[in-house]
């Protein structure tokens, strides 16, 4: 199985479960364009080994989408004669119904399967089509043997129009499944032979999603990658950055100023505000609203104030590494691009920042992810609990990498990350103690955790050898969880 499905594990158990369950299933799968919702449904289907209905919709004709939609039926079940292509979505609905009861007739175990991925286009070209699912469903839901999922890449429509307490189809699904991108360990296993410290740093600029660390070459170098795939013109990346913004975004130059801000450093909506020569922050709240709605741009509090809707302490952050990598590095030298010079833009501005640039919010997230990890695989303390991990920043400029809070949003755990080329030193711990008592918090009561690319001087060793509170983490252990 290809690389990109290596971690997917519990995803498809969860699918294939769907596919055995003794019960009709509505299941729904959701997910930004490019995280491999498409390629993970086919391999569950493959994985089965049972014939499915996979339908892919595309911006096109509802006669077009439903003459392609009967050859995908035809393709799964050739022995099915179909005399024409369906008239309306209710005919492929009550051919899935009719399907289902003769093989119930039959007393035939295997299950009517059906995929209609990018719902949104469907839904497009026929506006009652979830009205349509609503009624089949309640008129089909006794039928074991049916199973349905629908699949989209517009966030905000899957949860709106279809997730939604007001929508058609709610309290009718069986289940959903928001399909995030992979974490730094998922990203390495497309990268078998790079290096520890390279694997993070591909991470840093390519994010999570399959479909582009697809584009790299694991045979070659992150430098000569970037070079090739990003640093010249007509190449998917360096096309994307302008393809995930939708049309109707595009034609409002805002949107791609608010993105480049962030990622050069104007986090405060205020900040955002004034660096693209706005008034107010009132003047980019709905557009960062709407970046949200896209998952392009996420809204981080400190961890401890996550549950307070109204804080006033949000940050904005490019929800998407590679994102923030383009409009940081290569938006501002698009003429440089586009006059092949891409080897001095990488020479010039990209590798000496590189290093700062990995180290937040890069390897802040990575470690954040390695204890989830290791909490799941019980590579931790036995005494050390969490049911959330983030930041956490306060008055006087005290800023802590990563913060785990218990049941009742207390801290329970402190973390410092390093990406440095120096080892983390005892210094570095006394820095962390002191943030702690400047955010008021016991020391008593919290684990000292430190993250670092370059490892630990043996003072450091020695004092986490006489204090099981203090726990190094080194990169070999965080590929190890």
């Known amino acids: 199985m290809s690389a990109k499905f290596l971690n997917r594990d519990d995803e498809r158990e969860t699918l294939c479960r769907i596919i055995k369950s003794a019960r009709a299933e509505l299941f729904i799968l959701y997910g930004r364009r490019g995280v491999g919702k498409s390629a993970l449904l086919q391999a569950t289907i493959a994985e089965i080994g049972l014939p499915a209905i996979y339908y892919r919709a595309t911006r096109r004709t509802l006669s077009m ?20 292509s369906f008239a309306s979505f209710d005919d492929f609905l009550a051919f899935m119904s009719n399907l289902a009861q003769k093989r ?195 809204r981080e509090v400190p961890i401890t104030e996550k549950t307070n809707p109204r804080s006033r302490s949000s940050l904005y952050l490019i929800a998407d590494q590679y994102l923030d990598f383009w409009y940081r590095f290569v938006d501002p030298s698009r003429s440089l691009v586009a006059r092949r010079m891409g080897a001095q833009l990488w020479g010039r501005s990209i590798a000496p920042a590189l290093d700062q640039y990995v180290s937040f919010p890069t390897f802040e997230r990575a470690a954040r992810q390695y204890l989830w990890r290791a909490l799941s695989a019980e590579l931790l303390p036995k005494d050390v609990e969490f049911v959330d991990v983030g930041n956490w920043w306060g008055e006087r400029d005290v800023e802590i990498d990563v913060v785990g809070v218990n ?72 590929y190890e969880a």
């Open 65 to 84: 989408q439903l003459a392609s939609l009967t050859e995908a039926v035809r393709d799964a079940y050739p022995d099915d004669h179909l005399a024409g």
């Open 407 to 478: 049941e009742k949003r207390k801290p329970s755990l402190v973390g410092s990350c390093k990406w440095t080329r120096e080892s983390v030193d005892v210094r570095d711990y006394n820095t962390l103690r002191d943030a702690v008592a400047k955010a008021q918090w016991s020391p008593d009561r919290l684990h000292f955790f430190f993250f670092s690319k370059s490892g630990f001087t043996p003072g450091l060793k020695a004092l986490a050898a006489k204090d099981e509170k203090i726990i190094l983490v080194s990169l070999k252990e965080m």
């Open 104 to 298: 119930q007739q039959a007393k035939k175990k295997e299950p009517v399967v059906a995929v209609l991925d990018e719902l949104p286009y469907l839904s497009e070209v026929d506006p009652g089509l979830l009205t349509v699912l609503q009624h089949w469903w309640d008129d089909n839901k006794r039928r074991s043997n049916l199973k349905l999922f629908l699949s989209g890449s517009h966030i905000s429509f899957m949860e709106k129009k279809v997730l939604d307490v007001a929508a058609p189809l709610y309290n009718r699904r069986t289940g959903a499944m928001k399909l995030e991108a992979l974490d730094y360990r998922g990203v390495a296993l497309f990268f078998p032979r790079y290096s520890l410290i390279d694997k993070i740093v591909v991470y840093a600029i390519l994010g999570g999603m399959p479909s582009y660390l697809e584009q790299f070459n694991p045979d070659e170098s992150i430098q000569e990658n970037v070079k090739d795939q990003i640093l010249r013109e007509r190449t998917y990346l360096s096309e994307e950055p302008e393809w995930l913004l939708l049309e109707d975004l595009r034609k409002d130059i805002t949107y791609g100023s608010i993105l480049r801000a962030i990622a050069h450093g104007a986090r405060k909506p205020s900040d955002i505000a004034r660096a693209i020569g706005k008034e107010s922050a009132s003047d980019v709240t709905p557009r960062l609203a709407t970046l949200q709605e896209l998952g392009l741009v996420i």
